[in-house]
C-alpha cells in the first residue's frame, strides 16, 4: 500500500522529474566541427570538412577531389547555479572522426559525432546525465558545376544516467541508475535516421544549400528494471548562404527550424521492480536558430573566423528543472584555421554563452519548479586535426 502511494504520488507531480536536455541549443549542439564552430554554427553552404555529415551532406560535394580524415574532440563546459547549490559537472567531451573519399562527382564517408553530452551532479547525489551520438554514412553527388545533392543515414545512440530524490516526503533517490562513463550511460536505446540535402551556386559569389535530419526517435532506454520512454530527437530543417565577397572574405549565414514540439512531449520513467511509473509532460515548443558567421583569410596559412547563434530556450518555464537546465540562447564564438603544409590543418572553435537567468512558474516545490531560479553560462571549444590524401 505504501509504495502504491508512492507510485501515485510520483505520477501527479512529475514536474519534480527533470528535463532531459543538453543545454546548448536544447538538446543539440550549437554548432558541429570546429570550422562552424568559429562561424556561430552556419555550415550549410559551404565546405566545412567531414562535420558536412553532421551538418549538410551535400557540401561534401565541394570539397577538392582526394580523401580527407578529421579528428576532433569537443568540450561542453557549462556553470550551473541553483538553489541546490551549484553543479559539480563543469566538464564534458565529445570525441569524433570523419573520413570523406571525394572521387570525381561521387563523395562518400563515415564519421562518429557526438551529438551532445552534458550533465549536472550536486552535493545531496542528484545527478542527470545523457549522452547521444550518431555512426553517419554520407554520400553526395555533384549534378554540376553549381548544384550538389547530398545524404546520409545515421544510426543514433542514447544513452542516459540519471538519480533524483523526487519527493523529500519520502527517504533515499526514488530514481537510481547511473554508471561510470562518460560516453554512455546506464539506460541506453538505438535507433536510424537520415539527411538529405543541396547546395546550389547562385553566381560566383553566392552559395545556398539546405537539408532536413528526419526525427531519430529512439526506443525505451533500457536498464534493468528501469525505462525510460519518450525520449527522442527532434527533426530539423535548415537554410543558408554563403557570400564570397572577395578572395579574403566569406559571409555565411543560417536558419534552421528544431522541431521540438514533435518529439519532447511527455517522458515516462518505469521501473518494473516496484510497479512505480512516473509520467511527465515536457511540451517543448520548436525552435528557430540563427547562425551567422565571418571568415576572413589573412594568408595562404591563417584563417580567422567570427560568428554569433540565438536560439530562443525551448523549454517552457514551468517545466525547467534544476538537473537538466538547457536554458542557454545566444552563443559568442571566435575561431581559428592553420595550414601546417597542403595536406595537414588544424582547425579550432570557441562558443562562450552568457549567463541566463530562469525562475521556474510551475507548483511549488516538493512538487514542481515554482520560485525556483536557475542560472547557466557555458565556454565550449571544438579542435580538430585534418589530413588530406
Do not use: C
Request: glycine share 14%; aromatic share 12%.
Amino acid at each position: 500500500m505504501q509504495l502504491n502511494k508512492l507510485a501515485a504520488t510520483l505520477a501527479a507531480v512529475g514536474l519534480a522529474v527533470p528535463s532531459l536536455a543538453i543545454a546548448t541549443n536544447g538538446m543539440v549542439m550549437e554548432a558541429y566541427g570546429p570550422i562552424a564552430a568559429g562561424m556561430g554554427g552556419a555550415a550549410m553552404a559551404y565546405d566545412n570538412g567531414t562535420a558536412a555529415m553532421a551538418n549538410n551532406p551535400a557540401t561534401l560535394g565541394l570539397m577538392a577531389d582526394g580523401s580527407r580524415l578529421d579528428v576532433m574532440v569537443g568540450f561542453v563546459g557549462p556553470d550551473v547555479q541553483t538553489p541546490m547549490g551549484t553543479s559539480e559537472d563543469e566538464a564534458f567531451y565529445m570525441p569524433a572522426i570523419g573520413y570523406v573519399k571525394k572521387q570525381g562527382n561521387l563523395a562518400y564517408g563515415v564519421g562518429i559525432y557526438g551529438q551532445g553530452g552534458m550533465g549536472t551532479k550536486y552535493a545531496n547525489g542528484d545527478k542527470a546525465q545523457v549522452s547521444v551520438g550518431r555512426v553517419i554514412f554520407p554520400i553526395a553527388y555533384s549534378v554540376n558545376e553549381r548544384f550538389n545533392i547530398g545524404g546520409s543515414v545515421d544510426v543514433v545512440w542514447g544513452g542516459m544516467d540519471l538519480v533524483a530524490d523526487l519527493n523529500p516526503a519520502y527517504p533515499g533517490k526514488e530514481i537510481d541508475f547511473t554508471d561510470d562513463s562518460d560516453f554512455t550511460g546506464e539506460a541506453k536505446g538505438y535507433s536510424v535516421a537520415a539527411k538529405l540535402g543541396f547546395t546550389y551556386k547562385l553566381n560566383d559569389a553566392i552559395t545556398v544549400g539546405g537539408a532536413y535530419q528526419t526525427a531519430g526517435n529512439l526506443p525505451d532506454l533500457e536498464d534493468g528494471a528501469y525505462t525510460v520512454d519518450g525520449f527522442d530527437m527532434p527533426p530539423v530543417v535548415g537554410l543558408g548562404l554563403a557570400w564570397q565577397a572577395n578572395d579574403r572574405l566569406m559571409v555565411a549565414a543560417d536558419v534552421k527550424d528544431v522541431m521540438w514540439g514533435s518529439s519532447m512531449n511527455t517522458v515516462t520513467i518505469y521501473n518494473s521492480d516496484n510497479g512505480m511509473v512516473v509520467p511527465f509532460k515536457q511540451d517543448w515548443d520548436d525552435q528557430i536558430v540563427l547562425a551567422l558567421g565571418l571568415a576572413y583569410r589573412f594568408s595562404d596559412a591563417f584563417n580567422g573566423r567570427v560568428g554569433y547563434n540565438h536560439g530562443k530556450n525551448p523549454i517552457p518555464d514551468q517545466n525547467v528543472n534544476y538537473l537538466w537546465p538547457a536554458i542557454v540562447e545566444d552563443h559568442y564564438t571566435v575561431g581559428f584555421g592553420y595550414a601546417f603544409n597542403k595536406q595537414s590543418e588544424v582547425n579550432f572553435g570557441l562558443s562562450y554563452a552568457p549567463e541566463v537567468s530562469v525562475t521556474g512558474t510551475g507548483p511549488n516545490p516538493p512538487y514542481g519548479n515554482g520560485g525556483m531560479t536557475i542560472e547557466h553560462s557555458q565556454v565550449n571549444w571544438q579542435l580538430m586535426y585534418s589530413h588530406t590524401f
